[in-house]
């Protein structure tokens, strides 16, 4: 039984781990078209700084350790065409450029997410880069090397655009972030948002929000970005934006996308096709909380997606199923820890829900214990069940809370669940009642004061 | 209508308040014999260190704060006795001396809990303490002032007498730990024991286990403390043991009190007489986990009871109910994060469940993320339904950990559903997949394998 895994990166390499594990004496061949397999992609911005002191930290396991444990990884092979037919593929080495055929019994898409380039003029500048591959990182610190850029210009303001801003500034140089919405973390509130920005500008990072990139200026070399308002000099650009799932193989070879964009597979990570499974960045799958498809493309869930392909192409059954996402992420900018999991505000209501809110300030330890810091928190609930739907956190602990907000969402809990729940209190860890527990408490008399409103008007 | 409530510490002072809430027309009168209401008494191990900086600190509002909120609040008033046919009770004003009579229209207890001395020969010398209330602390650190005691001996390995362990150490004493049981924390299993002697013997504290106190030796001031297998010096010693629940007053009322000896009440917070309502370190709860009794004197369960019996003594109704706790619990000695939630294996095994358990060990960050430390997890599963029964954390990132696991037990979760969890990934807070997916995972192979040893044997 030969298993083919296409993409050697968090899900293909899980996958191809995961299939060993239940089956020692399937073969497995790994194509990773980048130079190495198994990259940390969500440390590349830390790579920059140098807060990652070296790009090998971030290989989490060389082909030679997966040849020790029977798993082939061909890297710098990009496999052009699957024949679902014949069950063959087309591959090319693209170190000698030689192609050749291969054959598989079960196939794994893992081919990931690539950053696409928008298209601005100047785009084709020297000096702009995205940062998705370890490549990309390598090329930016080669640029950053030998050309000394003082100037740099993030293009949005998502989470990898807002991690390379601290990142680029750590290391002295002058950074300017362009989004182009009102404000930065749009996945988030406002309340995040401004607490995002003023920890980016109290650290030295302009934001301009509202502005659309226009232009970028130079003289082969880029110099300056152009937006709405003004202009900014730039001698260096990073593109935090412009993230697709990488499906032009599995569409060619009738794999079935959905809406997002991504590969559609089954609770059970199989695509369309016979014999043939997907996992990772390159696939949808289902927000719990909203119920609609959704295109997330995180190491964490690549890799618990990645378990999930291995062991059902190794079983050739049913064995394991994913059932789907909250939309749970966290980023960091210097101290400022900022989660969420579920649905924004905005995000809830767009997905037909009334909601009630409730956003506290609270703080990280108790408010006598030294180091004690802020955190704020904001439960969002459906207005009419009760029941959690998302919840941000941004400061100290935010990890803490959206975590505990995460697990209550994941089991279906409702705010009243939240105002007797039995955590973990001692003064270096929190105040006496956690930030939850105040949140679904205030929210507990929002939901009061509603009925009474509606009693009030009968 | 006039509330009375006995005990101004956690539970009495959030039922007053919740009361003046609900109620704003309510008469209240908190009694409160030491000298101080809304005392931090979970903050008092830190403040012999001098790491809360005053005890001024720890009191979170001051009779006048109370008064400004239409709470009257008589501090060095002790209540002698509770009158449920007529709805009086004696009082008297510790200052003066002097007795007189009250009246109650609804009534909450929360006379919280004591230190009992245990009865070792030469327990009546100087320099010998218990820690329970802020005049404790007082009393200790004026001791400390006038006596300059360089030894001191910590009785019992609790968490109190750990977390005085850490803090006497940081002054500079020679600080011994002398636990009658074979290991320290013993609410955990022992791998969390063996990080925690660990930890306080790597910083200097020596710790003598398995080893009961037989005599304290001195002349007038404690000099000695004699055990088992020796004697060690001590100028100063600490109990971190013998609390009991405060329920004289209450018994001797006619108050019903349960099997651990702590006052029992309903949901609601209601006891057997009318119009009488408990809360906080004086009543039995129930654990949700084994489904019996608990006495779980602890400050965050004590605000969250005293929130229920405010809004139900306020409202004269079944407004609001406590469903019971888990038996959650944190504490920190030096860098080490110790929690817990739900049952270990030990006391899951004495209420009548066979375990399948999975201890790992794991990180508080990516690997290659800076200042990365490591996190043990246990997860204990019950071995027929998977339910998650407990879990024990220690090292950096404990108190996430532990509360994660109590909302999923909270949930009543099982093993699969944490999986595929979706909780917050990035290399600031943890590793790619979070050690409670780690020890879940592990936790279904050891499921498997049991699984397909019962097929094999068929």
Known sequence: ???????????????????????????????????????????????????????????????????????????????????????TLSVRDTTTGEAFEDRYDRLVIATGARAVMPPIPGADLDGLFPLRFLTDSDRIMAYVRDRSPERAVIVGGGYIGLEVAENLCRIGMEVSLIEGADRVALAYGPEVSERVEAELERNGVHIFTGEKVEEFVGDGRVRAVRFGDGEVGADLVIFGVGVRPSVDLAREAGVEIGATGAIRTDRHMKTNLPDVWAAGDCIETVNLVSGEAAWVPLGDTANQMGRVAGTNAATGEDALDFPGVLGTGIFKVYDLGVGKTGLSEAEAEAAGHETV????????????????????LKLIADAETGRILGAESAGSGADKLTDI???????????PDLINI???????????????IQAATILSGKFEQAKEGVRATK
């Open 1 to 87: 039984m030969r298993l083919v895994v296409v993409g050697g990166v968090a899900a293909g390499t899980k996958a191809a781990s995961r299939a060993r594990r239940v089956d020692p004496g399937m073969e497995i061949t790994v194509y990773q078209e980048e130079p190495e397999p198994s990259i940390s992609e969500c440390g590349l911005p830390y790579l920059l700084s140098g807060m990652v002191e070296s790009r090998d930290r971030l290989i989490a396991r060389t082909p030679e350790k997966f040849a020790e444990g029977d798993i082939e990884v061909k890297v710098r092979h990009r496999v052009e065409a699957i024949h679902p037919n014949t069950k």
């Open 422 to 436: 039995d955590l973990a209190y001692s003064p270096p860890f929190g105040p006496a009642l956690s930030p939850v």
């Open 357 to 376: 809110s409730a956003g506290i300030e609270s703080r990280d330890r108790a408010g006598y214990y030294p180091g004690s810091q802020k955190v704020f």
């Open 405 to 415: 907000c995460a697990t209550a969402i994941w089991a279906g809990l409702s705010y």
